[in-house]
């Protein structure tokens, strides 16, 4: 099972919910909102052999941009995962879209030098992403929580991104219907815990299968064909760099 996007450092019992997710083999993408919460992190990570942390420049955290971007250069080579980075143009980023953008511009002028597994936000922002990623010829990024227009989604999909489904994405209309243009080769699952909740809690990496039952259903595959969709999706864009922690 595959977790692609999920905040473990954000939980309360943080290494519960790792030893969990890795007793029910439970593939995690530990992304992080700034490089001092990544360095943090590490020491935590580095016993699950399922987890990979990382490294994360929120656009929600531009505040702290300024002092944390040179540590992202520094680190970025001690890791294989970026995430969360990206743009909020929504009311709670509108006010500093312009240092969101410098800091993303940057973020992708060096993963287009040095490919990294790219977990992406995107809220309210996905056309000037997307412009981004063509002008730093970054490839096959993954769109996190996608949830802007069909047609800049088909755009995404051409340009050969891939993007990640949680559980609540496959609860509602919205969701459902970004889902149903999603190519089969281009989805991956996420739960985005915990800030995603399922049954009133905050979800689990586990709670993938939630969205894996959904695509299933969709696609009108057996369940493990579709987990296997799913995860040789996630192995084409690991394919694309040289993994490690």
């Keep these: 099972m595959l ?3 999920c905040h473990l450092d954000r939980y309360e019992d943080a290494q519960a919910v790792a030893a969990e997710a890795a007793r029910r083999g439970v593939f995690t993408i530990a992304v992080t909102n700034l490089p001092s919460h990544f360095r943090a992190g590490l020491p935590h990570v580095r016993r699950f052999a399922k987890v990979r942390l990382a490294l994360g420049l929120h656009p929600l955290a531009a505040a702290e941009h300024a002092r944390e971007i040179s ?4 680190l970025l080579s001690t890791t294989s995962f970026v995430g969360e980075v990206g743009l909020d143009y929504s009311r709670e980023g509108r006010e ?6 410098e800091s993303f511009r940057h973020v992708a002028r060096l993963v287009g030098q040095s490919p990294k597994v790219l977990s992406l936000h995107s809220r309210g922002a996905e056309d000037d992403l997307l412009s981004v990623l063509e002008e730093f010829r970054v490839k096959r990024a993954i769109f996190h929580w996608y949830s802007g227009s069909l047609k800049t989604l088909g755009d995404v999909v051409a340009a050969g991104h891939l993007l990640s489904v949680n559980p609540a994405m496959a609860r509602s209309r919205k969701g459902r219907e970004i889902i149903a243009q999603i190519p089969r080769t281009q989805v991956l699952s996420e739960t985005d815990g915990p800030y995603v909740r399922v049954g009133g809690v905050a979800a689990r990496p586990w709670d993938a299968a939630l969205v894996e ?3 299933a259903r969709v696609w009108d595959f057996p369940l493990e064909q579709t987990r296997a969709q799913l995860w040789s999706n996630f192995m084409d864009v690991v394919g694309q760099v040289k993994t490690d922690r």
């Design 71 to 74: 540590d992202f250069e520094a």
């Design 96 to 101: 500093t879209k312009a240092r969101q953008l």
């Design 213 to 215: 039952q959904h695509l």
């Design 3 to 5: 977790d692609s996007h």
